[in-house]
Nanobody, 124 residues
Framework: QVQLAESGGGLVQAGGSLRLSCAASGRTFSNYAMGWFRQAPGKEREFVAAISWSGGSTFYADSVKGRFTISRDNAKNTVYLQMNSLKPEDTAVYYC?????????????????WGQGTQVTVSS
């Protein structure tokens, strides 16, 4: 079992920044790739970013590429999502997940464990 807890969400104006954190406990964190997904009201959960177990490989959804950065600190069992130049369409609940896929995955069905989510609201 892996327990995940997201934090760092909030209300921000368009163009602003937030940094989300996802703290993990349970199984050895460094053995797993991690991903961030988001879900807006009435929409399906969508991929945002993923990072390999070592942190050496990352990939992003086209909608956030160049604005968001995923990183991890295995010594702290934490993965981060730095979000810059936020837009109203980034408004959603953001979730982190754990996957055994080596570099992460675009598909939420590949993730075994999820946190409870953190709300991000971007005002125009």
């Amino acid at each position: 079992q892996v327990q995940l807890a997201e934090s760092g969400g909030g209300l921000v104006q368009a163009g602003g920044s937030l940094r989300l954190s996802c703290a993990a406990s349970g199984r050895t964190f460094s053995n797993y790739a991690m991903g961030w997904f988001r879900q807006a009201p009435g929409k399906e959960r969508e991929f945002v970013a993923a990072i390999s177990w070592s942190g050496g490989s990352t990939f992003y959804a086209d909608s956030v590429k160049g604005r968001f950065t995923i990183s991890r600190d295995n010594a702290k069992n934490t993965v981060y999502l730095q979000m810059n130049s936020l837009k109203p369409e980034d408004t959603a609940v953001y979730y982190c997940g754990v996957t055994p896929q080596y570099s992460g995955s675009y598909y939420y069905t590949d993730y075994d464990y999820w946190g409870q989510g953190t709300q991000v609201t971007v005002s125009s």
